[in-house]
């Protein structure tokens, strides 16, 4: 074939895609992943009929063979089998769908379908398309693969003209319901760009078939369209949601105002919760009451998480919500009590009682009663994190408070008047106890004994009453920050208790008639423990998020980190990222800025210089640009060392010295788009030190270099280079060179030369 075909073997070269010219000597050109991609999709653009001729559409021409005409049916296969390859595997061939959606733009080859009453796809005569099929489907199905490739499903679409939308909506249903019946086997199972144009339908976000939260994932997951793809469902209409690809960053950004969405009287405070709101804000608050829409975040795992399982999840969106919306007095104290029922494990033996008598005459008796009682009490921490079955977690605890409770009573009952007559009788009680605490790591605890009273007693002892107490442990879990150390930690709490009671009586014949001894102990947990979760400064009215943005390297999309802008703590940072979903530039004489919003609506901004990118622009500093960047000196009096007389000046010396402080490049000649600033200098003959510093028209700095040798010029990277940044910047300069000059000969050989010395930021060159 010609060149521009297949495999050739020439030595002409051929201008690729962003690679300049390359040799078609040893390529499989009609194999390459770019160039015939592009070549090729150009070629059947600029000549219409030409996609009609490969495939032998009715009314085209169909490629032939001219040398061997034997041959004609494999040239036809073999081109339909290139334009099913770069259809079909639309993802890949990128150039070539793009390609198809400009010859198809107004209709050609795929014309109009219609959906009967019935809902049943009726293919029109100008589609084309239909009437020639390859590999067991017609080519309206592999050009639909190509067109869905681009289909972004947000009513703003990119690529694709409205006529092309209306013919892939089309097909969405019978694809639906195909892959309904047979799942990897369907179409859509087989080929990705129909799976995904059957997941952005209506009848998917409509939960169609029950397959409503597999396609609500995919799209989530695929970073693109899921707040149009929610407003797809009959019951969500929220028109600003069209604009958020990532639900999660709504949930992340949103910093629980309502807006005025909610009545009045269950904000914190009402003004602040009407001022400060954002439509970010109302997005988030909007998606949370919406029955269908929240049904599709809560199963979600990253937009649950982003959402908040409970209102205890300190992590999550509802957290924030509610803190802003419960008028509550814990609030005050910077913390939250959260009751924890029934998630103890506790192994114990509790309630015990014992008795022991004896009644008799004329004999010696004995009474003994022993209680003891005992708990094992293990808390996982992985139960006061939320959970579905346990909602009122919270996964930032600081303490937790377990409480211990004991009872006990003991006592001895004589039936008569102590013995008399030489008969002897003794009596005795006591209560015990005994406690262990073992911790995971990263836990601290500094507990009060449990304070039981031991009793002992000679001779008759009256009943003493039932003897509560409660004790309380505190536990400081907030070195466990991480949720996987919340997962693996526990506390566990050893602890028994003792009472025990004995009477006996002496031998003779006026003893008394019986006696009974009593004992009762029983000890174990508070069925609520206590667990405080801190309220972050960052979560209360009246703080904020500062961005900082972060292009990419073409300026095509960024990212911006938000951070608290009153983060007190300091074991952890208070922050989270946004992704715009647009960025815009306009470009006069070849200076470019690129501009974008981020999520509470602020303005981002970088200016590139392509026209000087390798045309560095000099500034010669002067008195009128700068402050301070040139200081001279000389000097030709001799100094003496100690010791040394006017007749002898072995080892005189003559020095002078030169000094910058607070020298600076004025404000507004550092122009936007600047990447790198190259600084020159003049230090004779030792430089001491010289310090230069970028920075922003705040004072912050953006940049810097610290030099010690006079080698005359320094590169400095800036750190920040953001438009925000270089506004107003400046550069700073501090330092000091000296000059010595000694003189070790004689003093008939005259004195030391006379010093000169200079210090001086000579020019700037600013790199962009």
């Given at each position: ?430 209560r015990k106890k005994a406690l262990s605490i073992n911790c995971s790591p990263g836990i601290n605890y500094n507990t009060k004994p449990i304070k ?317």
């Amino acid at each position: 074939m010609d060149k521009g075909g297949f495999y050739v073997d020439s030595t002409t070269d051929y201008q690729s895609l962003g690679d300049g010219p390359k040799s078609f000597v040893g390529i499989d050109f009609g194999k390459d992943d770019k160039d015939f991609d592009a070549y090729f999709g150009n070629t059947i653009t600029e000549n219409p009929e030409f996609l009609g001729e490969l495939l032998g559409l009715p009314g085209y021409k169909a490629i032939e063979a001219r040398v061997n005409p034997q041959e004609t049916a494999d040239i036809q296969n073999l081109m339909k089998n290139i334009v099913y390859t770069k259809m079909n595997q639309s993802f890949k061939y990128q150039y070539f769908a793009k390609a198809m959606a400009k010859l198809t733009e107004h209709g050609l080859y795929i014309g109009t379908n219609t959906l009967n009453q019935s809902n049943e796809l009726i293919k029109g005569q100008d589609n084309l398309l239909k009437d020639v099929s390859y590999n067991g489907q017609t080519f309206d199905i592999w050009m639909l693969c190509s067109l869905a490739s681009l289909y972004e499903g947000d009513g703003n679409e990119t690529w694709l003209s409205e006529k092309q939308v209306a013919w892939l909506k089309t097909y969405q249903l019978i694809l639906y319901n195909d892959y309904a019946d047979n799942g990897a086997g369907s179409i859509a199972g087989r080929y990705p760009a129909i799976y995904d144009l059957v997941a952005r339908s209506s009848y998917a976000a409509n939960n169609y078939r029950s397959l409503g939260q597999e396609f609500f994932d995919y799209v989530v997951k695929s970073g693109t369209g899921a707040g149009a793809w929610l407003n797809l469902n009959d019951s969500i209409n929220i028109p600003e949601l069209n604009s958020y690809n990532n639900l999660v960053e709504i949930f992340k950004a949103s910093q629980g105002f309502c807006c005025g969405l909610e009545p009045a009287d269950t904000c914190t405070s009402t003004d602040n919760c009407k001022s400060h709101g954002t439509t970010i804000d109302r997005l988030a608050l909007e998606l949370f009451k919406n029955p269908s829409a929240n049904n599709y975040i809560k199963n979600n795992p990253s937009t649950a998480k982003a959402m908040g399982i409970s209102p205890y999840d300190n992590n999550g969106w509802w957290y924030r919500y509610k803190l802003k919306h419960t008028k509550s007095a814990s609030l005050n104290s910077n913390s939250i009590i959260i009751p924890m029922n029934d998630i103890l494990t506790n192994k114990s033996q509790g309630n015990v009682v014992a008795k022991s008598w004896n009644s008799g005459y004329h004999g010696q008796g004995t009474g003994i009663a022993v209680a003891n009682s005992t708990t094992n009490i293990t808390l996982y921490l992985k139960d006061i994190l939320p959970s579905d079955e346990k909602p009122t977690g919270t996964t930032r605890p600081s303490k937790i408070l377990i409480g211990l409770y004991v009872k006990g009573e003991f006592g001895i009952t004589l039936t008569k008047d102590p013995a008399n007559g030489g008969n002897v009788n003794s009596h005795s009680a006591t209560r015990k106890k005994a406690l262990s605490i073992n911790c995971s790591p990263g836990i601290n605890y500094n507990t009060k004994p449990i304070k039981y009273k031991s009793y002992y007693a000679d001779g008759g002892v009256k009943p003493k009453p039932t003897h509560d107490k409660t004790v309380f442990f505190e536990f400081d879990v907030s070195k466990l920050h991480e949720l996987e150390q919340l997962m693996d930690a526990h506390i566990q709490i050893k602890a028994s208790a003792a009472a025990s009671a004995d009477s006996t009586n002496g031998e003779g014949f006026n003893t008394p008639d019986g006696a009974t001894s009593y004992a009762t102990a029983n000890i174990g947990p508070l069925p609520t423990i206590m667990v405080y979760s801190p309220v972050d400064d960052c979560d209360i009215n009246q703080h904020y998020y500062s961005g900082k943005i972060k292009w990419d390297d073409n300026h095509s999309s960024a990212i911006i980190t938000y951070s608290c802008s009153k983060d007190s703590t300091k074991d952890r940072s208070h922050s989270f990222t946004f992704t715009p979903n647009d960025v815009f530039h306009t470009t006069t004489d070849g200076v470019t800025k690129y501009y974008t919003y981020g999520c509470y609506g602020e303005p981002y901004s970088e200016t590139v210089n392509k026209k000087k990118k390798l045309e560095p622009t000099p500034i010669i500093l002067d008195d009128t640009n700068s402050h301070k960047h040139y200081v001279a000196d000389k000097s030709s009096n001799v100094i003496y060392p100690s010791g040394s007389g006017t007749t002898d000046i072995r080892y005189g010396y003559t020095n002078c010295n030169a000094i910058i402080h607070n020298g600076s490049l004025n404000k507004g000649y550092i122009p936007l788009g600047v990447k790198k600033i190259e600084v020159f200098y003049t230090a004779t003959e030792t430089l001491e030190e010289l310090n230069i510093l970028v920075k922003s028209g705040t004072g912050k700095t953006i940049g810097q270099a610290y030099v010690t040798n006079n080698m005359g010029h320094v590169m400095i990277e800036l750190f920040d280079t953001s438009d925000e940044a270089l506004a107003n910047s400046y550069i700073s300069f501090d330092g000091a060179a000296y000059t010595t000059h000694e003189k070790n000969d004689f003093w008939w050989n005259g004195p030391p030369e006379t010093a000169y010395v200079r210090l001086s930021i000579d020019k700037i060159l600013l790199y962009y």
